[in-house]
Each structure stands twice: as C-alpha cells, then as structure tokens.
C-alpha cells in the first residue's frame, strides 16, 4: 500500500546580514525556529462555520467550500499525541483553548489539503485566521497516530530525517518522482524534491547522525533508495518516537530549570554556549515601561513572559540573531506581578562576553 507523505508549506528564508562567519550562520540556521524553553505552546482546533478553504470545481468555473473541523475522534488522537511528547519531561507544555486568538497552534483537518506544520517558530508569522497545521486524512487508521507525532515534532522544531545529509542516502531519482506522482500523493517534481531529494543544511538536521527510526522519517517502499544497500527493499520505521527523537526534544527543551532574579539596572552575565538558555524572573519595584535586552557580542533570542494563574502567557520578544545590535524589548510591567525573561543564545562572537539586563 502506498504511503501518504507530509509535505511542508513553503516558508520563506530570514533575511540575514551578508558576511557572517559559517559557524555563526550555522548557529543561527539551527535555532531560529526553536521555541524559548519554558514556552506554553497553546493550540486550538479550527471549526467555525467560517473556517475553510474555497478551491476551484476542475471544469465548471465554480468553487466549493472544503470545511477545517474535524470529528472529535480525531482531535482525541492528536491529544494523545501532543501528551506523549509532554511526558518525555520537556520543557515546553502543550495547553488546549478555544480561542484562536490566544493559540500559537491552530489545527485544521481538510481532507485532500494533506498532512502539514509549519515549522517551529514560524508558527509565529502565519496569519491568526489561518492554520499552522493540517491533519488531511483519518488519524484512527494505523498510521494515523504516526501522522499526529510525526506533525507535532514539526511544531517543535524537527525536520525530516530522510533529508538528513547524514544519511548518506543515494536515491533512484526518477523511481522517486514516478512513485510519487500516483496516487494517493499526486505530487509535482518539485514538491518532490522540496519534500524527499533536498538535503538540507547540516545546521537544520535533527541531529549529527542519521536515525532510520526517527518518527520524522518517511517509511518508503521497494526500489527508491539504491544506497545503503540495506534500504533497497524498503524501509519502515516503527512510526513511535525513537531514542534520538527523545534526545532531541529534551536538547533544546529541557525540564525547566527555577529562574534567578533578575534586578532592575543590575547586569546578569550569561555564559551560555550555543543553543542554551538563561531564565530569570523580574518582580518590579514600580509600575512603568522598562527595557529587556541584553549586552555584548552575541545573537540571543529574548521573550517575557508575565505569570498569570501560574502559566507564563507571552508579552513580547526579539530576536536580533545575525543583527550587529542587541535584542532589546520595551515593555509595560506592573508592581506586584511577576515576569519570566528567558535569552536563548545563538551563538557569540567577538569577546563572546554577553549579558541580560532590566532596566
């Protein structure tokens, strides 16, 4: 039986100065659409009457509307499956709600739009009418749970493993691009490509060693992988998540760590390596508009958060990764409440000396 394969929205590339060294481009190609750690990922199910897509009746002139709701069967599976994720202990929380407005995940179900995420933070730049993920076939059938993990490691950040350029895989293009063209996929060559043949930079891959097993592997049948040689009759990973998934996921998102104080008009140096997190916690003296950000040459990402009922809810955040200056927020904060900053650096350069600072 034929596979039916996730295929990725085009995103565009960030705009990056010209001139960056290889290793602070690679730096940052890996962690721009990573998530803060200590992130509430809230995610809702689209199913107004208003949510779908318009698409043309081949020959008539008209169109039709293909509605995004999708049975509650199907959200149950995708529940579990965002729950899985969570219980390997990460660092970020997946939080159901019903209001679109508040959710950095909105899930759509359209038959015949495929199986699809964005990709990490870019979750973060689709319009708030709009999905960021698309469940496009019956999730109870056997690979459905795998569909469900498979799109959720896309939210977090994880592309697929089949273009890691670890894994030394050598394809029969052509055999690839046949298969694919028929049903149940009815791709073009250049979704193909996009999707299967592209190798992706060493900087995006999951890891530094290809994982067969990993739940973003495609499985692929007989006669489209001609090296290794292993593969040629086929290749079927388990569709659970594999040790290396897991590692992946608690690299970047570790069980989240208490936050030290951060003191209005007092410097906290970071001494982070790449990839890594410092959080800290703002309770300011007075009501008024301050300044976050940080100092020194290096590429960070900044957030606040401002804890409501004990969740971090999101305020604002900069990234200045490949800027030449600082990430630096302007934000209200309020007497008596409480804040979370959180700088996830990229990479440093220069001194490499870097530090965060309220003020």
Known sequence: MNRRYCSLPRQSAPALAPGLTAERLGALVAGRRMWVNGTVLHYCFLD????????????????????????????????????????????????????????????????????????GRDALSVGPGERTMNLGWDLTEPDGRWTALHEIGHALGMRHEHQSPFAGVHWDDEAVYADLAGPPNHWSRDRTDRDILHRLDAAEANGSVWDPQSVMQFPFGPGLILEPEQY????????SLSPADKEFALRWYPPAAAPAALVPFRSAPLGLGPGEQGDFAVEPPETRVYSVGTFGESDCVVVVFEERDGEPRYLAGHDDGGAPHNARIRVRLVRGRRYVVRVRLHSTWGSGETAAMCW
């Open 48 to 119: 107004a009457d208003t949510d779908a897509s318009v698409i043309p009746v081949p020959g008539t002139g008209r169109t039709r509307r293909v509605p995004w709701a999708g049975a509650e069967e199907q959200r149950d599976v995708l529940r579990e499956c965002f729950r899985e994720w969570q219980d390997l202990g990460i660092g970020v929380t997946f939080a159901e709600v019903t209001d679109r407005s508040e959710a950095e995940l909105r899930i759509g179900f359209q038959q015949g739009d495929g199986s699809w995420s964005v990709i």
């Open 232 to 239: 040629r009759n086929g290749l079927y990973p388990s569709g």
